[in-house]
Nanobody, 125 residues
Framework: QVQLVESGGGLVQAGGSLRLSCAAS????????MGWFRQAPGKEREFVAA????????DYTDGVKGRFTISRDDDQNTVYLQMNSLKPEDSAVYYC??????????????????WGQGTQVTVSS
């Protein structure tokens, strides 16, 4: 079983930055593909970014391209989401997720069997 623990959320003004972290345990982290999703009140959970094993590939939803960066540190068993130029519409609970078969990227929540508990990000206007 995989355990994922997110941190780094908080309240920030529009235009500000936050860095989310997700620490993983219970699996060989370097073999996992990692993803970030978010869910705002009354909305479905949506894909934000993903990174393959070895960081050979990344993918982003269009609304965050150029503002968010996903990265991983296999020595620390941690995946990061650097979020810059934040907008009020980025406000949501952000979830870390992972899947085996780490060379392939997936953008649908149902394709990720393991999830963290989420961290709240609130961007004020």
């Amino acid at each position: 079983q995989v355990q994922l623990v997110e941190s780094g959320g908080g309240l920030v003004q529009a235009g500000g930055s936050l860095r989310l972290s997700c620490a993983a345990s219970g699996r060989t982290f370097s073999s996992l593909a990692m993803g970030w999703f978010r869910q705002a009140p009354g909305k479905e959970r949506e894909f934000v970014a993903a990174i393959s094993r070895s960081a050979s590939s990344t993918d982003y939803t269009d609304g965050v391209k150029g503002r968010f960066t996903i990265s991983r540190d296999d020595d620390q068993n941690t995946v990061y989401l650097q979020m810059n130029s934040l907008k009020p519409e980025d406000s949501a609970v952000y979830y870390c997720a992972c899947r085996d078969y780490g060379f392939t990227l997936r953008v649908h929540a149902y394709e990720y069997p393991y999830w963290g508990q989420g961290t709240q990000v609130t961007v004020s206007s």
